[in-house]
């Protein structure tokens, strides 16, 4: 053994070490070519073992989308690389976009495991980061069953949203004219629309641990900077062992998020009833929970506090964060864009009167639903889509792509693109108007709340909450710049959403 070892360590000269290291980089290559034969071109000799091609991405970009700007000069909207140990494609075309979510959306179903989104989840337990299976399902089919009953009591739906319009409206008269942040009151008024819709009635952002549920909410979503950090080091295992803060950060914001649902849930337990009906998200749970367990076994399973858990944040950081974020978007938009402000207001003037708007009259405002489709086409709230994972092999665009491959839709270059809209960087609500005044609902490549499988699930919901909210603020005020020709930034910042950057505006009462 000992002549063994010697033998090996005479051989270790630099030649024979270079050699050697070149064999295993020929090696290396050869099987990326072979992984990759027949998918969308991508830059294959700069795949670095372990890293992939993570030195093709541009690392001082200010938004996870922009990181791929060179590749897709380089190589076309439809292109593939390897990051760290996975496969790796972009959907940019809207035909690609189209195959991958509408056509194709059980191939492109499921949610690849990595380390941040199996931790934040505890276990793959969620509906947004959770892969697509048999508890997945299960649990799509609770929740939204749970707010189809919800928002098939149109009254009671409306007074809830009414109510805090309402008090939207109160805050903005008390501002009297002066500039103010709009964030932090539509921040509120929506999540305790969400608060009714998931905890039932008793729970708002009076309750201080909704409060400091909504506050955590609104830091975590609001942490761009360990956001964009994480959501590229998660394509590389090997990155969970290494000392980095901004993983530690985002977990223990979120650990504290379900320490606050489950006291909230425990709450909830002590006081169930089953005999009485479903009023909220949580008792439809909970009923669910009370049937299944003496039924079925791996259903019972299904609905154990982790799994409730992570429905309960999914409710309520999707629910209130996308919706809040759409209507700082739109006033910003109306305050660069006052013609169609005027316009709106004019339109609500004559079929309203001086009553106070309804979910009666939605068909008769169709101004109001384009200026929320043309702010969620060029705000792009959510921009590029949460990663997709393919669950078998399958194909894009005449393209080979295999099981196991991480794939990203790209709406924002569609709710962009040239070929699909008219100028399209530019704001313009009548484009989803048609020349008899109706609005046009089924133009296709418009795709905010995503589309298929994974089609957002609070997606009915958001529509009421926009609907009634923006009517109720522009029957009432029109806001004007901070200071006159300041209007609010339209440039994005980009953490799983994308939100404006923080703006100023003025609420003037009309008369």
């Not at 969970?240 to 606050?260: C, E, G, H, S, T």
């Not at 337990?269 to 479903?278: G, I, S």
């Not at 009167?353 to 929320?372: F, K, M, V, Y």
């Not at 609010?488 to 008369?511: C, E, H, N, W």
Request: proline share 6%.
């Amino acid at each position: 053994m000992a002549s063994l070892f010697a033998t090996v360590y005479d051989s270790l000269s630099f030649p024979n070490v270079l050699l050697v290291l070149l064999l295993f980089l020929l090696l290396h290559y050869l099987m990326v070519l072979y992984q990759f034969r027949n998918m969308p071109p991508g830059p294959r000799l700069t795949a670095f073992p372990v890293l992939g091609n993570a030195f093709s991405l541009d690392f001082n970009a200010e938004r996870l989308t922009d990181a791929f700007k060179s590749l897709r000069e380089n190589y076309g909207r439809v292109f593939s690389l390897k990051l760290g140990s996975y496969k790796f494609v972009m959907a940019s075309t809207p035909e690609a976009v189209k195959e991958m979510i509408v056509q194709r959306s059980a191939d492109y179903a499921g949610r690849q495991q990595t380390y941040f989104f199996e931790k934040a989840t505890l276990g793959g337990k969620g509906l947004v980061l959770g892969n697509y299976g048999p508890a997945w399902k299960y649990h799509r089919k609770l929740f939204t069953t749970a707010l189809r009953q919800y928002l098939s009591d149109i009254g009671l739906v409306e007074t809830r949203v009414s109510t805090q319009a309402e008090k939207l409206v109160h805050f903005m008269e008390e501002q009297d004219g002066k500039p103010f942040d709009p964030a932090d009151c539509l921040q509120r008024v929506v999540a305790d629309v969400i608060c009714g819709v998931t905890f039932g009635e008793g729970y708002d952002t009076t309750n201080p641990d909704v409060n400091k549920l909504l506050k955590l909410n609104v830091e975590l979503v609001a942490n761009t900077d360990d956001s964009q950090i994480v959501g590229v080091l998660d394509f590389f295992p090997f990155a969970k062992y290494l000392p980095i803060k901004a993983y530690d950060r985002l977990l223990q914001m979120v650990l504290r998020i379900f320490d606050i649902i489950r006291k909230l849930l425990r709450e909830r337990k002590e006081n169930f009833d089953p005999e009485e009906p479903v009023k909220d998200l949580i008792s439809g749970l909970l009923h669910a929970r009370h049937q299944d367990s003496e039924n079925d076994e791996v259903r019972a399973a299904f609905l154990s506090d982790d799994y409730l858990l992570n429905t309960v944040e999914d409710m309520f950081i999707a629910g209130f964060e996308t919706t809040s974020t759409t209507m700082k978007w739109a006033i910003a938009f109306l305050v660069n864009y006052p013609k169609y402000q005027d316009d709106i207001q004019l339109e609500l003037d004559e079929v309203l009167g001086g009553r106070n708007p309804s979910l009666e009259d939605r068909t008769n405002l169709p101004l109001i639903h384009a200026i929320i489709m043309e702010t969620l086409r060029v705000g792009n709230v959510v921009p590029l889509a949460l990663p997709h994972f393919t669950l078998q092999d399958t194909t894009l665009c005449g393209y080979r792509v295999p099981k196991d491959t991480i794939v990203f839709a790209d709406t924002e270059s569609v709710h962009l693109d040239p070929k699909c809209w008219e100028n399209p960087t530019v704001f313009n609500p009548y484009r989803h108007i048609d020349e008899n005044g109706k609005l046009i609902t089924n133009q296709g490549n418009f795709y905010p709340f995503g589309a298929g499988r994974r089609v957002c699930a609070g997606e009915p919901l958001a529509k009421v909450e926009l609907f009634l909210f923006l009517s109720w603020m522009l029957q009432k005020f029109t806001f004007i710049a901070e200071e006159d020709g300041s209007p609010p930034s339209l440039k994005g910042l980009f953490s799983g959403t994308q939100f404006p950057v923080p703006y100023k505006i003025r609420a003037i009462k009309r008369k």
